[in-house]
């Protein structure tokens, strides 16, 4: 019999604010972005899983982040918060 692998969870709560502001990319020390269940480093275009609320920051665990999406990261960042993001109290 196989092993089961551990599927991702596609709807993976937000991490704390105050630890995605220190967390930085082993790489490149860059920023990184949540999306979903995964941090994203622009700069060395890799993504690091979060499994169950915990963010596994191994580089050789990283996997590569394809253009298309870095692209779409990118014209995200810079035009700025959507309304989705701030919603009115």
């Given at each position: 019999?196989?092993?089961?692998?551990?599927?991702?969870?596609?709807?993976?709560?937000?991490?704390?604010p105050e630890l995605l502001s220190i967390l930085v990319?082993?790489?490149?020390?860059?920023?990184?972005?949540?999306?979903?269940?995964?941090?994203?480093?622009?700069?060395?275009?890799?993504?690091?899983?979060?499994?169950?609320?915990?963010?596994?920051?191994?580089?050789?665990?990283?996997?590569?982040?394809?253009?298309?999406?870095?692209?779409?990261?990118?014209?995200?960042?810079?035009?700025?918060?959507?309304?989705?993001?701030?919603?009115?109290?």
């Amino acid at each position: 019999m196989a092993a089961a692998t551990k599927q991702p969870q596609p709807d993976t709560p937000a991490l704390d604010p105050e630890l995605l502001s220190i967390l930085v990319c082993p790489l490149s020390h860059g920023p990184l972005i949540q999306k979903g269940n995964k941090l994203i480093c622009l700069q060395s275009k890799k993504a690091y899983r979060i499994e169950d609320g915990i963010p596994i920051m191994l580089v050789e665990e990283a996997t590569d982040v394809p253009e298309s999406e870095l692209l779409d990261l990118k014209q995200r960042e810079t035009s700025g918060p959507s309304k989705d993001q701030y919603p009115a109290e």
